[in-house]
Nanobody, 114 residues
Framework: QVQLVESGGGLVQAGGSLRLSCAAS????????MGWYRQAPGKQRELVAR???????TYADSVKGRFTISRDNPKNTVYLQMNSLKPEDTAVYYC????????WGQGTQVTVSS
C-alpha cells in the first residue's frame, strides 16, 4: 500500500503561481512514476504531468511551458510548479502514483480567478 498526502492548492488570480506537493509513504520501493491529474466540473479527469523515476516527463499540451513537474526520489515527493495560471486551470488536482498498482491522492482544489 502507498499513502499519498497532497498540499498546496488554493485560490489565486490569473497570472499567478501555485506549487503542489505530494508525498508518498508506505510501499514506495516499487514506485516507477508519479504525477498529477485534474478534473474540472463536468469534465473527465485528465493528465496534467507525469514523471518517471528516471526523470522522463510528460505534459498535457495545455500546460506546456507554464507547469513544471519535479521529483525528489529519496523523499518520494513530487511537485508541480504552476505558473501563469489561467481560469481554465481551475480544477481538483489529484496526485497519482504508479507502482505495482495505481494510487490516487484525495485531491486538492485549485481555483484561478479572472
Amino acid at each position: 500500500q502507498v499513502q499519498l498526502v497532497e498540499s498546496g492548492g488554493g485560490l489565486v488570480q490569473a497570472g499567478g503561481s501555485l506549487r503542489l506537493s505530494c508525498a508518498a509513504s508506505g510501499s514506495t520501493f516499487s514506485i516507477n512514476a508519479m504525477g498529477w491529474y485534474r478534473q474540472a466540473p463536468g469534465k473527465q479527469r485528465e493528465l496534467v504531468a507525469r514523471i518517471t523515476v528516471g526523470g522522463f516527463t510528460t505534459y498535457a499540451d495545455s500546460v506546456k511551458g507554464r507547469f513544471t513537474i519535479s521529483r525528489d526520489n529519496p523523499k518520494n515527493t513530487v511537485y508541480l510548479q504552476m505558473n501563469s495560471l489561467k481560469p481554465e486551470d481551475t480544477a481538483v488536482y489529484y496526485c497519482y502514483v504508479r507502482s505495482i498498482y495505481e494510487y490516487w491522492g484525495q485531491g486538492t482544489q485549485v481555483t484561478v480567478s479572472s
